[in-house]
């Protein structure tokens, strides 16, 4: 059952009446974020019915225990959480001493919204107390992506019938555990608390990672919009400090209180100054203001909108999902740290530890490098670059050598710290992501020297694994990769997956194919990567051999690739006889069962035909997908999206449309019934790239940047725009015509159903 609770609008997510049951929900939902920081949509006073309470902070993990008594040579030492970082945005409210808290007092006119447009949360509400007195609540928030430490809340209480005493207690709470902790563990050590005249700071930092963090907060007051002063009493605790200002208030007067918060943290800051830099920050945006900055946030997202905005005509609910997914992406990565990337929860959750996934690489870097400038994706593939060397010693450990890279399928810092070895160490095949988004961004943004300055050290590093991993089967007569995941996971410890196989091939394909056009074009460069890489001759020659003599399972009898060696073994019932009671088979089903099913939890093969469409004829991709798809749950959040960009690539455009729904509000909707955990972020980029890629056709082969584009009957008409190569192309399709507008001031070569048109500065083309 989905649930329907969200009102549909253009710009906003809309909530309106107090449901308990949607409280976890919503606070996912309505989560805001500023790339550097987030937090979920928690209420600022007390609320003691069940929540989920999360603030996080770019960067900041704890490498959890994982060792156990069966621990293998090989397994990763930790397992990395994001942590739970300090809460900044509490404000207790009493009202004749009786606290404000939505579980107990009747909650009436409650609307919350999270405006996209602008980039603010906004909530209201009249509560009434046990003892009939009403008070009215209007609460704004907002993190600054100017600012970016920054935060703001202007939260005003009108007292609508009685005049009576009110209390408001903004306080700094460093007491706080993950959701997901065992056993209650703690994570910080408080340092240091300190108390200004309007300011209060907690200086605090992460066993064992010493993250050092200083959380702080900044208040001012005023009384029907005028500025008052209060005194305050201080109370401070072990992990916890609050200001209390009481006063009287006159039926119908409001009060406000402003309240500034930051994080300042040692990734950034010496950590000797955090302090300091805490107070800096705050006392700047206070003296901007919370209105300026408020026009400020707006303003900033108005540039994001203007490249990234995608508009659908005629279905309100899909325009409300497109803007969300965009939304949430802009909210996670802004893209100017190239230390921070895209954990698949976000800001929102802590499930998947916000750590990096290879859905960095095969999903979220189409997304940000076409609606941002291209060193935002840049800064995606130097994250990686940065983590080389570590790239380097994680596979020491499992027995390679001379410069083998494996890079990690979850990380924070560049060590594997995922641990559950058959299900995600084995999924090799994310190495291969790590060269393909490097082909992805040098092909869109002709940016080719990103290869020569730093791209072909990891590439080199790559193909080397593959090399060493792919063992020769004298009885095939071929290279093979044994004992290995793909991307679908619920086959684990596999031989010869397709994916895997075409992937390592490809990547030493592509290392051979640069180290020519290197040598031939960037003489010093290529001399400088063999010495540093110490390649030489033997190497290369036997990359050669591996790629011409890979081996790929493969089924003459259905003409198709096959997933893996001995998948025609199974039982192969499509799902649509599944009872719907089984699904979904991983809630259902032990993992077993699941192992032995046919049943593709996500793309696998057609994950490798959407990479390397241009290798494969139209025939090919069909079969593939008719062979493929019935067999498939679709039970990640990555999978419809690659389906429905296929779906729309061989014409089917009602099953495009069908996969494109799963994916565009499976949070809104809460089709999986799990989004009290946090948001499918980075499936959100796949959102996206179903319309772009998927119904816009857009495709960025061999240098040609082209578009079949095609509308679901459900739709009037979609437009997107693009940042290509620095210029603005905005795409827009109807029932009867399609549109091309070149709004940049240099000319656009593009490809229309495989027919050359170079677009003018400023010109339109319709078809
Ligand atoms: C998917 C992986 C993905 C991970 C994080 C899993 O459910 O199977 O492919 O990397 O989620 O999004």
Redesign the pocket.
């Known amino acids: 059952m989905n649930q329907n609770y969200i009102i549909p609008n253009e710009w906003s997510i809309i909530e309106e009446g107090f449901h308990k049951e949607n409280i976890t929900t919503s606070e996912s939902i309505f989560s805001i974020g500023n790339g550097a920081m987030g937090q979920r949509a928690n209420f600022e006073e007390t609320y003691t019915g069940e929540t989920f309470q999360g603030s996080y902070i770019g960067g900041i993990y704890y490498p959890d225990k994982t060792r156990v008594g069966w621990w293998k040579n090989g397994y990763p030492k930790y397992f990395a959480k994001v942590l739970n970082a300090p809460n900044w945005i509490g404000i207790d409210i009493k009202i004749d001493n009786q606290l404000l808290d939505l579980a107990k007092c009747k909650v009436l006119n409650y609307r919350r919204e999270l405006n996209m447009k602008d980039g603010i949360l906004i909530r209201s509400f009249t509560a009434k107390f046990s003892d009939e007195k009403k008070i009215e609540v209007e609460a704004y928030r907002f993190l600054s992506l100017d600012f970016n430490e920054v935060g703001a809340i202007k939260y005003s209480v009108t007292p609508i019938n009685f005049s009576g005493e009110i209390e408001f207690i903004p306080y700094l709470d460093a007491g706080i555990v993950n959701e997901d902790s065992n056993y209650d563990e703690f994570f910080w050590e408080i340092l240091q608390i300190e108390e200004e005249e309007t300011e209060a700071y907690i200086l605090s930092k992460t066993f064992k990672t010493e993250f050092h963090v200083c959380t702080g907060m900044k208040i001012e007051l005023a009384l029907n919009d005028y500025e008052i002063n209060l005194d305050k009493e201080t109370e401070k605790t072990e992990k916890n400090i609050s200001f209390k200002y009481k006063t009287n208030i006159k039926q119908g007067d409001t009060f406000t209180i402003y309240k500034y918060g930051s994080y300042t943290q040692s990734m950034n800051h010496p950590k000797a100054e955090l302090i300091f830099a805490a107070e800096k920050v705050l006392q700047k945006a206070a003296i901007i203001g919370f209105d300026n900055l408020l026009d400020k946030q707006r303003f900033a997202w108005a540039k994001i909108w203007k490249t990234a905005d995608i508009i659908i005509e005629g279905d309100l609910k899909a325009q409300q999902a497109i803007r969300f997914n965009i939304f949430q992406l802009n909210q996670t990565y802004s893209g100017k740290d190239s230390r921070l990337n895209i954990g ?1 929860k976000g800001f929102t959750g802590e499930k ?1 530890g916000g750590s990096t ?3 960095t690489e095969a999903y979220c870097i189409p997304f940000y490098m076409s609606t941002k400038d291209k060193n935002v994706a840049k800064n995606l593939l130097l994250y990686r670059y940065n983590q080389l060397d570590k790239a380097i010693k994680n596979p020491e450990l499992l027995g390679f050598n001379g410069g083998a890279a494996l890079y990690p399928m979850v990380t924070m810092n560049g060590e594997e710290c995922h641990n559950e070895w058959e299900i995600t160490f084995e999924e090799i095949h994310r190495n291969g992501s790590m060269i393909y988004a490097i082909y992805n961004y040098v092909n869109y943004s002709g940016d080719y020297s990103y290869i020569p300055e730093f791209g072909m050290e990891v590439i080199i590093a790559i193909a080397r694994f593959w090399c060493q991993r792919a063992t020769f089967s004298s009885d095939k007569e071929r290279y093979v990769i044994l004992g290995v995941t793909g ?1 679908n ?1 619920y086959e684990n410890n596999v031989n010869n997956n397709w994916y895997t196989n075409y992937l390592a091939k490809w990547c030493i394909e592509y290392t051979l194919e640069n180290l020519g056009y290197l040598k031939d074009k960037f003489q010093s460069d290529y001399n400088r990567i063999i010495s540093k890489t110490n390649l030489n001759e033997q190497e290369i020659k036997e990359m050669q051999t591996i790629a011409t003599s890979m081996y790929f399972p493969y089924s003459e009898k259905n003409e198709v690739f096959l997933q893996q060696d001995g998948f025609l073994d199974k039982e192969l019932i499509p799902v649509s006889e599944l009872d719907s009671s089984q699904r979904p088979i991983n809630q259902k089903w032990s993992w077993d069962r699941i192992l032995r099913s046919p049943y593709i ?2 793309a696998d093969v057609l994950q490798g035909i959407y990479f390397f469409e241009n290798h494969f004829e139209n025939h090919l991709i069909k079969d593939h997908f008719d062979f493929y798809e019935p067999l498939t749950v679709h039970e ?1 959040s ?1 999978s419809p999206c690659v389906h429905s960009i296929l779906a729309s690539k061989i014409n089917r455009i009602d099953k495009a449309y069908e996969m494109y729904l799963q994916t565009a509000r499976l949070d809104l909707d809460d089709y999986n019934q799990e989004v009290h955990e946090g948001l499918h972020i ?1 499936s959100m980029a796949g959102t996206w790239l179903s319309i772009v890629q998927g119904f816009g056709g857009m495709r960025n082969f061999d240098n040609r940047l082209s578009f079949n584009p095609q509308i679901p009957s459900q739709w009037e008409s979609y437009s997107f725009k693009i940042n290509y190569r620095g210029n603005t192309l905005k795409v827009y399709k109807n029932h009867k015509t399609c549109e091309f507008i070149n709004e940049s001031d240099n000319p656009i070569d593009i490809y229309i159903n495989n027919k050359k048109i170079t677009l003018s500065q400023q010109m339109k083309v319709k078809i």
């Open positions: 698949p998947y996934y290879w859905d991307p996971e939890k996500q990640s990555l980075t």
